[in-house]
């Protein structure tokens, strides 16, 4: 198994170097025990819903669950790829492998054990928009604002496993107050809480 410092070492490489191969060594030595991550894997574009069409990740996405799967997610405890995005290696947003860990394990295989709980509404996220009444709309997005508060709190509740760097720490805590200023009814959440009691039915 790779120790953390090789692994901390070899991000700092890719981070500089933006070769496809390299970046994807780096994430096969990620890892992944223990976890309901069946592979991390790297992407230089987004392929929209599943539809084929790629677009770069201009918008900051870091990583997914490929939406191609979303509607074959409905059995429990069932391991799940991860698509891992160009922006995960900007050093502007990750500065050490402990914000990497924390952005993939901690958050990203968060939401896949939210998904087996509950993998009905979770799946139905990339298709809302098309799908529900304006009345509804401000609901599930206080609903999927949820979802990401669950997520980033597992982060902050794990740090002290990470060593965070600094500027990352900071982002994850103002991530989290952003959304409880933005959506009041979210304003008494604890990391105990799981999303479907964030807003009431």
Known sequence: ???TLELEKQFYEVVRNPDSKLRQDFLD??????????RLIYRE???ICGDGVVIAPSNGLVAQMPQTSAFRQFSPIRKRKILVYPHA?????HQKIGDVISTLIDHEAFHLEQLNKHSFFLAL???????????????LVRKDAGIELAAYENQLKNAHLRDLSPKYGDYLEETINE????YKPLN?????????????A
């Open 45 to 47: 574009g987004i392929d």
């Open 179 to 182: 959304i409880l200023q933005k």
């Open 29 to 38: 030595r990620i890892p992944l025990d223990g976890t309901l991550i069946s």
């Open 1 to 3: 198994m790779i120790s």
């Open 125 to 139: 996220r990339p298709v809302w928009n098309a799908i529900i009444s304006p009345k509804d709309w401000e609901y």
């Open 188 to 200: 008494k959440i604890t990391d105990k809480k799981l999303f479907y009691e964030l807003v009431p």
């Open 89 to 93: 290696f900007s050093y502007d947003f």
